[in-house]
């Protein structure tokens, strides 16, 4: 009993946020007292879910321990009860005569015999989306990674990447799948503050000839819509305008002396009175913990990857890999520079868009061929590093998790590969 109950607190510390409702089962009537503690937690009660704990027995006189008020306790001789449980159909939203349509967490939907199914998260790139989509992306984004409520779990979470950054995380099969699954649960927090939020792609690539500047039709860099431009040389290279500016955001990181020392000094530079003044005024407070970057060098463009993509084979995952991997992804990691390019990457508000752009690509590689998703990792029983979920659940973005969820990315590369 207590690893089901074990189990069941693992689940709700995976992934809740499209949910409503959770159901839990007790099957075994020679119980004793079970807790139910974890259902009190923050993350539950910020999701308000309703909690229906369903007690399965032929003799159900013997479920004899307290029942905690707040969940509906439910009695029945057979698991089946399940299928009578009301807002299992109330929840379902309906739809008009449109064969797709938008739910209320903004997911796309199949819409059949006027109810919604088939709801997919849409993840589209930054620029394609309104301006008020995006403050809203980035809003939502400074409140997980600054309310005291999250504090912990926010924490705990971006220092997942630096902790295991060096123990197989970047490393071949892992690398792919770990990424999914670290973006995926990432955006599984933020939708718990608001569920119309995905994570938008940057496309790098497609706009690799502005890359570092905001255009008017490229606002990855804005100060206002936009997640501020390249950090400022005059204050240690601290990001200084727009939502994550030194002024406005802070980073809950106590040591900064790695990327102090990878900023204020460039890569293979000598020790100049520039950098000096940098390591001083980065120890300034106000700009002790700000967002560093520094922007330098061009990024893969668009027909460098198209090309990659047509030619490897879809039975060919580790060459694949190993191009995005070490390529693509270093290089555009460090050609932000700053936080983005120390293993305290996932502390940049851009981290989760930069991955977002390399899921997008293997999501596009991986339609050459559909049966191969599966087949194409030989170890997809392993388990994903720091995490309860395996290989094998993010290998398939239509399926991601236990539970299934279905990402889909909007139009990024306009290519087919019939
Ligand atoms: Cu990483």
Redesign the pocket.
Known sequence: MMSTLKLAKQEIEADLSDERNIIIVIVDEDLDEPTFDFLKSTRVSTLNLGVYILCVSQNISKFQFRKEVGFQWIYANSTSAIKNLSFLRENRQSCGKTSIALDECNRLCDCINYMMVNCKRVRKEFSSMSKEERDLYLNVLKELSTNRKYFKIYQQFVDL?SKYFDSG??EDEQFSPW?RSYIFKFENLLRMIDCRVTIPVWNWASYSHVIWKSTPTYHMWDDDGGFGSDGDKNIAYCVGKGIFSAENWQLRLEDMEIIRNETCLGEDEEITAESKKCFETSRLPIYNKCLRRRFNGAVPNISEIIDVMKKIKPENFLTFENTLRRLWHNKVHNRIGGHMQTQY?AYSPEFWSHHAMLDAIWTKWQEKCKDCIYNSITESELRLIGFNTYRRHYLDISALGECGVHVMYDQIFDISFE
Request: glycine share 0%; aromatic share 0%.
């Open positions: 990447h995380i970047h990424h990457a």
